[in-house]
């Protein structure tokens, strides 16, 4: 499967995200997610665990702040309130731990 980012419309996300979803299968999931400038995410738990490759901007958690080129893996059932000061663009799989 090939998707071309360039030209595949953005999804409306939860809050103000725009989401591109990549890839879905089973409970596992991989998506391009934007994240406006000031944007704050409700608490969450993830079940099966997530990756989290920091394309632009700075990501950040009550964990720490993930700048450019940063990979987050985080544990099955791990939980936090993610964050963005700047616009910022992650990519996500879920669902495979």
Not at 60 to 72: K, S
Not at 75 to 80: A, G, L, Y
Request: proline share 8%; hydrophobic share 35%.
């Amino acid at each position: 499967m090939r998707i071309n980012t360039a030209k595949q419309p953005w999804r409306q996300g939860y809050g103000n995200l725009q989401v591109m979803p990549l890839h879905q299968c089973d409970a596992e999931s991989v998506a391009l997610v934007k994240w406006p400038a000031g944007e704050v995410f409700q608490p969450h738990t993830h079940f099966g665990g997530e990756e989290i490759l920091v394309l632009t901007g700075t990501f950040r958690d009550e964990h720490g702040n993930y700048p450019v080129g940063t990979w987050i893996r985080s544990p099955h059932m791990s939980s936090h309130k993610p964050y963005v000061q700047e616009p910022t663009l992650i990519l996500v799989k879920t669902g495979h731990l």
